[in-house]
């Protein structure tokens, strides 16, 4: 509205606004769409615009304050200057021109801005002095000044908002270029105000760096990408969509020395620890959460609705447990789980694979889910979305404005940083200053691949945090009026309700591209390219033999670079590009494997069992950086032989032990055992070894029968022997008692001549044929006896 016109009342302020609710609610309190655009025009619609090619200067936004212009205030601007020709330009000046409408169509503001032809409507409003002579490749810089009374704006508080001014470059009397901007004119009176929160991703572009691109991932942790990001998230006026793999660094291998690439193939132990650059970054984001709103990222950003559509629920469940386990270690509650939408492929599948993939809340650009993105009233970032395939559940939509998130996007340090931040001061006071009485409350979220400046993005949040018309709000306070239903799609409300999307159908979620510095509707949803489901098959398959291994192994470090390479490989990131997850699952199967492999079982050749039970032996080799406990499974191919219970095993880290399996033989034949190593559960850990068994039981008996019928032999031979030698050769018999005195003194055995003699005599008599005693003199036995025939006395 021209400043030219009488002021507005505050009831004329009041009609107008009535006649544009009463328009809302004659369309169904929503506006009537524009038509569709087509496609997208650019990837990023609010970057400022390159000069020409066959421009004589190039020109670059220095300063221009204030932040808010007020009565009494002074506008100055600063532009450096390059002459990108091949001849000198002479008396290069540099002219302020304003249009003192306010700017009430944020159409407008992209308009104006891509235009880089010399302004010349009207007469200069103030110039800068003039630069002698600029040489080829020369720079100057050239400031102009103004007082705000001399601009023409209207001191009416209701003509507050965004005004357009230009900066032209003259040589001579010629305009050479001109550099388009804005001015926010906040006249004395005016409290309108806006919420407003910004919601940074914090997470690695390449979760798995830390693995895969150690040094890579150092660079950027020392003063690259993740130093800076760090830098623009400790900041308290910015909420964080966080990777909670970023606070859990893997543990990696070092070396004797102290030095990150360790020979893994050395006898030596190795340690395991994480980089202290990364263990810094996730300190600092660990005390620098304090009350900001935290939105839960999937750990390494996995694409859990991928994961979803394969039927990958081992690593559904592993993304799952691993971000809940470091929210817990470190004590954050994120405020939920968030997913990310791309606003060419919204739509209401979209949002209900979102829903089955676990999350509550998603992040999709407003104007996929407002009936005109450009229509007159900017509604709160926050809608409520109802599910169609599963009963009474509902999924919160955080809707950033598009616009003011790809702004925010540009400050990369690359761009010209002064122009993007009055982009983004005239985008917000534009929509500040809508006909609207109910609070509203806006999100600005860059894109996730956008390696933000801290100093450049630093610079515009100073900026915000400046002007009057803006106020910084938590996001968790737009997701805490969704869940409790404070939310009103009545413009003229007054209470504390947000003007929001409200409820959204189904059928009000359309896809939605850039197209001429703007957002606007497609007429077609771009198909989603999900991940490689044979791709995320093989990397489950991988995770499960890192279960296998963690189950048997002591410490775990080892294991924390090849599972954040698994998770990793499932980052939304790979979407579109089925050769780098196939790369990345190949390579991750090939890590296990070589861990799997370095723990081996070493049989003998082959046994031969001739006995009822042995112990038939293995040797388990152990070539990780940590003991193990397994057990060893022997089982055999027929039931020839009873294989004992499996034996429990520890395993020295880079040794070696000794187990056995006891065997019993049931029959005579050959078999084949077949030994295994696995888990305490009975989990496959080892490939299954094979040794070839004979087995002969009776080989036992046998043995036993010849040697007793040998001990036989030798005993009967013994006696034929002695036999055949003659009696004189043995100790003579005693038959009867012996003489004790006579032993005593000489040892030899005697006839006893004392009362036991008279006993002998005595049964001689009663039992007639009762032989002599052996030591009778009379005894024909008796080796002593003397015939009386020769004695020669």
């Not at 002007?467 to 996001?475: K, L, N, S």
């Not at 005593?744 to 009362?755: E, K, L, Y």
């Given at each position: ?388 395939r599963t009963e009474g559940a509902q999924l919160a939509l955080l809707a950033p404005d598009p616009v003011l998130s790809d702004e ?163 980052s939304q990131r790979w979407r579109g590009d089925a050769e780098a997850t196939a790369t990345r699952a190949a390579d ?206």
């Amino acid at each position: 509205m021209p400043s030219s016109l009488p002021a507005v009342r505050p009831a004329l302020a009041a009609l107008l606004t009535a006649l544009l609710v009463a328009a809302s609610v004659l369309v169904g309190g929503m506006a009537l769409p524009l038509p569709a655009a087509s496609a997208a025009s650019a990837d990023v619609p609010a970057a400022p615009p390159a000069p020409s090619a066959d421009a004589p200067v190039s020109m670059d936004l220095v300063s221009l304050t204030p932040t808010s212009l007020a009565p009494g205030g002074t506008l100055e601007a600063t532009v450096e200057v390059t002459n990108t020709s091949s001849a000198p330009l002479s008396d290069v000046a540099l002219e302020l021109r304003t249009r003192d409408s306010r700017v009430t169509d944020r159409a407008v503001l992209s308009s104006w801005q891509a235009d880089t032809a010399p302004d010349a409507e009207g007469a200069a409003l103030t110039t800068s002095p003039s630069h002698p002579t600029l040489a080829p490749g020369e720079s100057a810089t050239l400031t102009v000044s103004l007082d705000a009374e001399e601009l023409g704006y209207s001191p009416e508080a209701y003509y507050w908002g965004t005004r357009r001014i230009s900066l032209t470059v003259t040589a001579g009397d010629e305009g050479l270029a001109s550099l388009r901007s804005f001015v926010v004119w906040r006249p004395s009176g005016t409290d309108t105000t806006i919420t407003q929160s910004v919601l940074l991703p914090v997470s690695d572009p390449d979760p798995a760096a830390a693995v895969l691109a150690p040094e890579e991932q150092a660079a950027s942790l020392d003063q690259g990408r993740l130093a800076q990001l760090g830098q623009l998230a400790a900041r308290a006026d910015v909420d964080w969509w966080l990777d909670p793999a970023l606070l859990d660094p893997p543990a990696v291998a070092e070396d004797p020395a102290g030095g990150p690439d360790a020979d893994e193939s050395a006898s030596t132990v190795l340690t395991y620890a994480a980089s202290p650059q990364a263990t810094a970054l996730a300190d600092a984001l660990d005390g620098a959460v304090g009350e900001r709103t935290v939105l839960a990222m999937p750990y390494a950003g996995a694409d859990t609705v991928s994961l979803e559509a394969a039927g990958t629920e081992t690593l559904q469940g592993a993304v799952r447990d691993a971000g809940d386990r470091v929210w817990e270690e470190h004590g954050i509650s994120p405020r939920s789980t968030t997913l990310r939408i791309d606003g060419q492929e919204a739509d209401a599948e979209a949002l209900e694979d979102a829903l089955d993939a676990g999350a509550t809340s998603v992040i999709v650009p407003s104007s996929s889910l407002r009936a005109d993105p450009s229509a007159g009233i900017t509604p709160s970032s926050i809608g409520v979305y109802e599910s169609t395939r599963t009963e009474g559940a509902q999924l919160a939509l955080l809707a950033p404005d598009p616009v003011l998130s790809d702004e925010f996007s540009l400050l990369t340090g690359r761009s010209d940083t002064e122009q993007t931040r009055q982009r983004l001061l005239a985008e917000t006071a534009t929509i500040a200053s809508e006909f609207t009485e109910a609070p509203r409350h806006l999100l600005i979220a860059p894109s996730a691949d956008a390696a933000l400046d801290p100093a450049a993005a630093g610079a515009v949040l100073d900026a915000f945090s400046e002007a009057p018309w803006i106020e910084t709000g938590p996001t968790s306070r737009l997701l805490d009026a969704a869940e409790h239903g404070d939310l009103t799609t009545n413009p003229s409300a007054t209470g504390e309700d947000l003007l929001a999307l409200g409820t959204v159908a189904a059928g009000s979620v359309v896809p939605s591209g850039p197209a001429d510095g703007t957002w606007r509707h497609l007429e077609a949803v771009r198909a989603r390219t999900l991940l490689d489901p044979d791709a995320l098959t093989a990397l489950q398959g991988t995770w499960e033999h890192l279960d296998v291994l963690a189950e048997v192994m002591e410490d775990r470090a080892p294991l924390e670079g090849p599972r954040l390479e698994v998770l990793g490989a499932t980052s939304q990131r790979w979407r579109g590009d089925a050769e780098a997850t196939a790369t990345r699952a190949a390579d991750a199967a090939e890590r296990t494997a070589a861990l799997r492999e370095r723990i081996q079982v070493l049989p003998a050749s082959g046994y031969n069992v001739i006995s009822d039970s042995a112990a038939v032996p293995i040797t388990i080799t152990n070539d990780l950086d940590t003991p193990i406990t397994v057990q060893v499974v022997v089982a055999s191919d027929k039931p020839l032989v009873q294989v004992g219970e499996p034996q429990t095993v520890e395993v020295p880290a880079r040794g070696q032990v000794d187990a056995s399996v006891s065997v019993e033989a049931v029959a005579n034949g050959r078999v084949t055992l077949t030994t295994t190593l696995a888990t305490q559960d009975g989990r496959e850990l080892s490939e299954p070894v094979d040794v070839p068994l004979t087995v002969n039981p009776s080989w036992e008996n046998w043995t036993t029968l010849v040697l007793v019928i040998a001990m036989g032999l030798l005993v009967v031979v013994g006696v034929a022997r002695a036999r055949r030698t003659g009696s004189s050769t043995r100790a003579p018999a005693m038959r009867g008692p012996e003489d004790p005195e006579v032993l005593a003194r000489t040892g030899r055995s005697t006839p006893d001549t004392g009362p036991s003699a008279k006993v002998w005599a005595a049964r001689r008599a009663e039992e007639p044929g009762t032989p002599e005693p052996l030591d009778s003199p009379d005894s024909p036995d008796n080796p002593d006896r003397t015939d009386p025939e020769e004695d020669p006395r």
